[in-house]
């Protein structure tokens, strides 16, 4: 089956996944993933991201619904399905007594590829880890055995790499060396779905942003279109003299005073025609309000991400 990029290769259509305890984890769930893009998806602990992951890798079967994998249903096509998908999970699980060259091989194998030994080595160099190929998994560091986690994934070269929260818990270092990995195989054509706590990661990494609160997906956009959307900018103003309120001349502005009066902080829309800050220094230096410094800042992913999930519980809740 050819695809073009850009095209879908997740596929996930109205999935539901109730638990036996009557808990529902997933809430009627629509989501496409195109082909060569990195994807993020945000939400707080419990919100339902594992459960989709593992619904798509074929790990947890839904109750109702379809997920499909480069155009194979994940349950009737189980096998192809899965053969195209590489999962870095949460937890750390390994082979503790094999060696790493042999849990790669045989990790291979289970996927129904040939061996490729200068592949495993490629990989295995990618990560830091040529060097450990003999040692037993359970004589290396946790941060090794997250790398070798990632390899074990990368072993039968899928099209897809999940990567659930890839960076708990590791040290900088490897989470340097992990997303230039990520950007290097993004390059070679595979689609990257990634959960993260770190929303910074997020929005360095990611083409486009989905955000699932309490089984609900909350919004999927393209990353600068949701920064440009849902960002706001402030302008503050740091002034001569202290005002002890804002003028009424000034009431119909998007002003706040700071609680000492040292500072006037205009919030405006980036999306707009005109900013109105040209207008405001003109009012501003008509009334005689004389500023010593000014700075803008613009909101982060991560202020944007806590907003929409706030506001969802509330319309949830309603």
Not at 30 to 38: A, F, T
Not at 123 to 151: E, F, H, P, T
Not at 282 to 290: K, V, Y
Request: aromatic share 6%.
């Amino acid at each position: 089956m050819t695809e073009t990029i850009g095209q879908p290769i997740i596929s996930v259509k109205n999935l539901v996944k109730t638990y036996a305890s009557g808990f529902q984890a997933l809430k009627g769930v629509d989501l496409s993933i195109r082909r060569g893009e990195i994807f993020a998806l945000l939400g707080p602990n419990g919100a339902g991201k594992t459960t989709l992951i593992n619904i798509v890798c074929g790990i947890v079967n839904p109750t109702s619904g379809v997920a499909t994998a480069d155009g194979h249903d994940v349950i009737t096509d189980y096998r192809a399905a899965r053969s195209k998908i590489g999962l870095v999970p949460q937890e750390l699980s390994t082979d503790a007594f094999e060696s790493v060259w042999a849990t790669m091989r045989f990790s291979r194998g289970l996927f129904g590829k040939g061996p490729d030994d200068a592949h495993l080595e490629k990989v295995l160099r990618d990560l830091s880890l040529w060097d450990k190929k003999d040692q037993k998994i359970m004589a290396l560091s946790g941060g090794m055995k997250r790398r070798v986690m990632i390899a074990k994934a990368l072993s039968h070269e899928p099209q897809i790499l999940f990567l659930d929260e890839p960076t708990a818990g590791v040290d900088v270092e490897l989470r340097r060396d992990m997303w230039e990995m990520v950007r290097s195989l993004r390059a070679s054509g595979v689609t990257i779905i990634l959960t993260t706590h770190y929303i910074e990661e997020a929005e360095e990494m990611a083409d486009r942003i989905g955000v699932i609160n309490k089984g609900e997906i909350v919004l999927i956009e393209d990353k600068h279109v949701l920064m440009r959307k849902l960002g706001r900018k402030q302008l503050t103003l740091h002034l001569q003299t202290p005002l002890q309120q804002i003028p009424a001349q000034l009431a119909n502005r998007q002003l706040e005073l700071s609680a000492d009066g040292n500072d006037l902080i205009y919030t405006f829309d980036t999306q707009s025609d005109s900013t109105g800050i040209a207008s405001l220094l003109r009012q501003l230096n008509e009334l005689g309000i004389d500023f010593k410094d000014l700075r803008t800042e613009e909101s982060s992913l991560e202020e944007i991400f806590v907003s929409l999930v706030r506001s969802s519980q509330v319309r949830l809740s309603q």
